[in-house]
């Protein structure tokens, strides 16, 4: 009875042994991401023409657009990650007004493929909670209409982001609901700063 009892304890000691480096074996993995991205421009703008033209003047920012996110990567230790993907940032939309009335309207668009490490320490055995650090490429485009035509610029950038990153694991970890906050700031040729805050919803899918 000693033997059995012993022999019982060795194998569920070894299986949990087993699981432990099963979770370390690293993947390759793929995901995809819904984004709600809030930028500064409605501010930005709106304190640049007070600032430069007096009162009277206001903007109505439309809110967080929806922007998309894909990606490669590697996967290591619990659930920690580097990854390699593409983002198309939710589009920025809004109108000024002088003293009450539409003078005109604006748009603003961003995208660009990053590189991005996850480091994440294990809640328990499936949920997973962490930080994020990449570096995000970037192409800005800038569009104003108003009563007298249009107006458009670009300028693009490489810029480094940061921010927190979840994971809760199932399908006998082969895959992962993922949620994330991150905050980007990029810079253009002309110091000018355009920020977003951005919060993520997406899935992972793992390849071993």
Same mark, same amino acid.
């Given at each position: 009875?000693?033997?059995?009892?012993?022999?019982? #304890?060795?194998? @569920?000691?070894?299986?949990?042994?087993?699981?432990?480096?099963?979770?370390? !074996?690293? *993947?390759?993995?793929?995901?995809?991401?819904?984004? !709600?991205? !809030?930028?500064?421009?409605?501010?930005? @703008?709106?304190?640049?023409?007070?600032?430069?033209?007096?009162?009277?003047?206001?903007?109505?920012?439309?809110?967080?657009?929806?922007?998309?996110?894909?990606?490669?990567?590697?996967?290591?230790?619990?659930?920690?990650?580097?990854? =390699?993907?593409?983002?198309?940032?939710?589009?920025?939309?809004?109108?000024?007004?002088? $003293?009450?009335?539409?003078?005109?309207?604006?748009? #603003?668009?961003?995208?660009? *493929?990053?590189?991005?490490?996850?480091?994440?320490?294990?809640?328990?055995?499936?949920?997973?909670?962490?930080?994020?650090?990449?570096?995000?490429?970037?192409?800005?485009?800038?569009?104003?209409?108003?009563?007298?035509? $249009?107006?458009?610029?670009?300028?693009?950038?490489?810029?480094?982001?940061?921010? @927190?990153?979840?994971? *809760?694991?199932?399908?006998?970890? !082969?895959?992962?609901?993922?949620?994330?906050?991150? @905050?980007? $700031?990029?810079?253009?040729?002309?110091?000018?700063?355009?920020?977003?805050?951005?919060? $993520? =919803?997406?899935?992972?899918?793992?390849?071993?």
């Amino acid at each position: 009875m000693k033997r059995i009892l012993v022999m019982g #304890v060795a194998m @569920l000691a070894a299986g949990n042994v087993f699981s432990a480096e099963e979770q370390r !074996k690293g *993947a390759f993995m793929v995901g995809a991401e819904f984004v !709600k991205d !809030k930028s500064n421009y409605g501010d930005e @703008l709106e304190d640049a023409l007070l600032n430069r033209s007096g009162p009277g003047f206001s903007v109505d920012d439309e809110g967080a657009g929806t922007g998309t996110g894909f990606y490669l990567g590697y996967a290591f230790g619990a659930a920690s990650s580097v990854r =390699l993907g593409y983002r198309t940032f939710g589009n920025q939309d809004g109108e000024v007004f002088f $003293s009450g009335v539409k003078a005109s309207e604006y748009k #603003v668009d961003a995208d660009g *493929a990053y590189l991005a490490v996850d480091l994440m320490y294990p809640i328990n055995k499936t949920f997973s909670l962490g930080g994020t650090l990449g570096l995000q490429s970037w192409d800005g485009d800038i569009s104003i209409k108003n009563t007298y035509g $249009s107006y458009s610029d670009s300028s693009n950038g490489r810029d480094f982001f940061y921010g @927190l990153r979840g994971k *809760a694991k199932f399908n006998e970890d !082969k895959a992962a609901f993922v949620v994330g906050y991150s @905050l980007y $700031s990029f810079e253009d040729e002309e110091g000018e700063e355009l920020e977003y805050n951005s919060f $993520s =919803l997406g899935l992972e899918g793992y390849f071993r």
